[in-house]
């Protein structure tokens, strides 16, 4: 069973610090990862992709992929309270488009 | 707006009661999926369709059928609805077949079956 591990939270983050989500993976074989975002009530939105060991920016959000290690973190810098969300992580596996999600960590950012 | 457009937004069915959930997508992406979510169980896959005229069962297809009905459809039917298909079901649309990319997903329907 593949499997994509996220701690559930919920984790609390005063507004202006780093936020950092943490995700593992069982399969090595994994291709491509994804950080989306979740509000309440709505329907998942891709924010980030990652495929390449190292670090990937894109404005405040920083996802960082370790292969040898099988993590996989997204950082963000500045929080603000539109911040506050569910994070899931998603996992494609080699030869295989489909996308395995965790459970999601849940994140407020305190004013 | 381009996207993926999912009806109905919500649902109240009876045990046993049937229906059916449409889809359509206007991105020109071949594949489509169908997921549910649960508290505490994420986002599981039911079925998929790689390209028109192709489907395939996801980890968690029992009491579902889908039909891809063309390239921007993609319908999710509950044949008899039970408790425990109580959720909210999603689908997404990904242009996976030019490489790993993301899904986009649609607004959801809140499925509740009494």
């Known amino acids: 069973q593949k499997e994509v591990e996220q701690n559930s939270g919920p984790l609390s983050v005063p507004e202006g610090a780093i936020a950092s989500l943490n995700c593992t993976y069982s399969d090595r074989g994994s291709q491509s990862f994804f950080w989306y975002r979740q509000y309440s009530g709505k329907s998942p939105e891709l924010i980030m992709s990652i495929y390449s060991n190292g670090d990937k920016e894109d404005g405040r959000f920083t996802a960082q992929l370790n292969k040898a290690s099988q993590y996989v973190s997204l950082l963000i810098r500045d929080s603000q309270p539109s911040d506050s969300a569910t994070y899931l992580c998603?996992?494609?596996?080699?030869?295989?488009?489909?996308?395995?999600f965790g459970t999601g960590t849940r994140l407020t950012i305190i004013p | 707006n381009a996207g993926v457009t999912q009806t109905p937004k919500f649902q109240v069915l009876k045990t046993g009661q049937s229906m059916t959930l449409q889809c359509a997508q206007d991105?020109?992406?071949?594949?489509m999926y169908w997921y549910r979510q649960d508290p505490g169980m994420g986002l599981r896959l039911i079925y998929y369709?790689?390209?028109?005229?192709?489907?395939d069962k996801g980890e968690v297809p029992n009491g579902y059928n889908v039909s891809r009905l063309n390239k921007r459809e993609f319908s999710l039917r509950l044949e008899s609805a039970a408790p425990s298909q109580t959720s909210v079901y999603f689908c997404a649309s990904s242009e996976a077949d030019r490489g790993p990319y993301g899904y986009t997903f649609g607004s959801g329907t809140r499925l509740t079956v009494v």
């Open positions: 369709s790689a390209s028109e005229g192709t489907t």
């Open positions: 991105m020109n992406h071949n594949s």
């Open positions: 998603a996992v494609s596996y080699f030869g295989n488009e489909k996308l395995t």
